[in-house]
């Protein structure tokens, strides 16, 4: 056991895989959760919560691991009604997308004697809610963590434990940094495959053609990622609007070549171009990021485990 008693504020896919996984491994001595809906709360306590509570202030109380898995619009609300409760000792970590944003908004009502050490889960699926976590979500895939300066060590080793017990590799990074990466590894991607699929849709509308019900590989996977939450991405966006902004002008840089080399035929430079994106593809799988099955890996929703 590494924590005794660990709260999970909001229960959604993160939350219940961590605590499938937490109690797969027996981690956690007790699982308390607090969720928005009484419903997600109902769920939360039949599948994976030793016990729920109706505010996320009851559900702190004497939790030596406090995890924020909520949007990240309203961590700094969750974090102001949680700070009186917090436990002395206690670590607070999050699974925010973006993390300066967090900081700033958590960080200064973090009181003191307790630990605030930012994480991010690279992990997910385009499933959400409480019914869709399982234990094995986060083996072999990174956990980073931005802790702050003034951070004590202890707590960060602690948290890393635990983190690997549940199959994570855990890297550390500074928070700029960080939101840099994920602009470019995560919030792009889901930015454009947004737009691609709000384009086909217009399509369908406008020339009444079936781009949805003759929808290719390529389309298919746009509309797996664009399935995601839409108020978690709301907020990523938001809060990590400069990066974004970046990565996406880059990103019509990069689309301006290609469609110059298209409207030329230039093979020549679209097969350079396209050998050395797919050399990149190979390695995520080398790496371990992904399987090269042709549905992902994701043609159903896991089962719950637990």
Request: some cysteine; glycine content about 8%; overall charge negative.
């Amino acid at each position: 056991m590494i924590y005794q008693r660990v709260a999970l504020i909001g229960l959604g896919l993160i939350a219940s895989s961590m605590a499938h996984a937490m109690r797969a491994g027996g981690l956690a001595g007790e699982i308390v959760g607090y969720a928005k809906s009484a419903e997600t709360r109902a769920v939360a306590g039949s599948l994976f919560c030793d016990r729920v509570t109706e505010t996320a202030a009851e559900a702190v109380e004497g939790a030596d691991l406090v995890v924020l898995a909520v949007p990240v619009g309203v961590m700094g609300e969750i974090a102001a009604e949680i700070a009186p409760r917090l436990k002395p000792g206690a670590t607070v970590t999050d699974v925010g997308s973006v993390k300066r944003a967090v900081v700033d908004a958590v960080a200064p009502l973090v009181p003191a004697g307790v630990q605030f050490v930012p994480g991010h889960p690279l992990a997910g699926t385009e499933y959400s809610g409480p019914r869709s976590g399982f234990a094995s979500l986060f083996q072999n895939r990174w956990w980073l963590l931005t802790p702050l300066p003034e951070t004590d060590p202890a707590a960060i080793a602690r948290l890393r434990s635990l983190l690997e017990a549940m199959g994570a590799n855990v890297d550390e990074m500074d928070v700029e940094h960080h939101d840099l990466v994920l602009a470019v590894v995560s919030h792009v991607p889901h930015a454009i495959a947004y737009t691609m699929v709000g384009v086909a849709d217009h399509m369908r509308r406008v020339s009444q053609s079936e781009v949805i019900k003759y929808s290719a590989s390529g389309f298919r996977d746009f509309t797996r990622i664009a399935a995601s939450d839409p108020v978690m991405w709301r907020d990523v966006f938001l809060t990590n609007k400069d990066a974004v902004l970046d990565i996406l002008g880059r990103f019509a840089e990069e689309l301006f070549v290609l469609q110059r080399a298209i409207r030329m035929g230039d093979g020549d430079h679209l097969h350079a171009y396209f050998t050395r994106t797919r050399a990149i593809r190979r390695g995520i799988i080398e790496a371990g990021q992904d399987t090269a099955a042709p549905d992902f890996g994701r043609a159903a929703p896991p089962a719950a485990e637990g």
